[in-house]
């Protein structure tokens, strides 16, 4: 029997980044390369002249002074109900900075993007909108979703279907696993909680890395290589864990 993996990413496994950016070709979206959270590419940009300023300050996103920046930012605050966590304050401003060497104008652009984070309590990857300006962003939910919200409604006609889609879905779609054709996939630590079954001590075999392969618990990994099993590799990695486990075993036997 194989004891040691050779998996193929793609095939049997993906990375996170691997898995979101499955979720964005599903609609139509590209994950930025190098960003350091998972969004989308830009899928467009906006300066605020006087019609969208208006138009945001009709939706509670208005324009605050400034006097203690001297005038030299524009601020943005959204000023609907936010949702509140104890020990936080709301982040639901943006600000924008003076153009560099003009000390009349200021900067507002504010770019639309679209962001991903995978949930196993909705069984599939969330997109979420983003709306980031020159310089600072709100890094609240509804903030970026009612900002986002009046930029497409102002202008949608040469955005993505999925733009209008979060907007018309109240600020969140899920691309399910089945969608994505993955089944019932399993982040590979998750996957080994099972394969132990409470088993604390070959659980601490598995925090050494040197017993199995995969690794369940790797050392120095990134967030975006954090490794999701797919339904169909599942029955092999617990076939090779085992085996391994029982040569592990048998190489304690004097």
């Not at 095939?11 to 969004?39: E, P």
């Not at 120095?220 to 029955?235: H, W």
């Amino acid at each position: 029997m194989e004891t040691r993996a050779e998996l193929v990413d793609g095939v049997d496994t993906l990375t996170l980044l691997g898995l979101l950016g499955k979720a964005a070709a599903h609609k139509g979206l590209r994950i930025q390369a190098g960003s350091s959270s998972a969004y989308s590419e830009p899928i467009k940009e906006y300066v605020l002249d006087e019609e969208l300023l208006a138009a945001l300050a009709e939706s509670g996103i208005k324009r605050q002074e400034r006097p203690d920046c001297r005038n030299e930012i524009f601020t943005l605050v959204d000023e609907n109900p936010q949702n509140k966590v104890p020990g936080w304050s709301s982040s639901n401003y943006w600000n924008f900075k003076l153009f560099e060497g003009d000390e009349r104008k200021f900067d507002l652009r504010v770019t639309l993007y679209v962001g991903f984070q995978v949930s196993f309590k909705k069984r599939g990857v969330v997109l979420m909108p983003l709306a980031r300006g020159s310089f600072f962003s709100p890094a609240d939910h509804l903030p970026n979703l009612r900002m986002f919200e009046v930029l497409v409604n102002e202008n949608d006609g040469d955005l993505p279907v999925v733009a209008k889609e979060l907007v018309e879905s109240g600020g969140t779609i899920v691309v399910t696993w089945t969608e994505l054709g993955l089944g019932d996939i399993h982040k590979l630590p998750d996957l080994f909680e099972e394969f132990v079954g409470g088993n604390d001590l070959v659980n601490q075999l598995g925090r050494t890395g040197s017993v199995f392969d995969p690794a369940p618990y790797p050392h120095r990994q990134q967030p975006r290589d954090e490794l999701f099993v797919l339904e169909q590799t599942q029955p092999k990695i617990f076939q090779m864990w085992r085996a391994q486990l029982n040569e592990y075993r048998d190489r304690l036997i004097v």
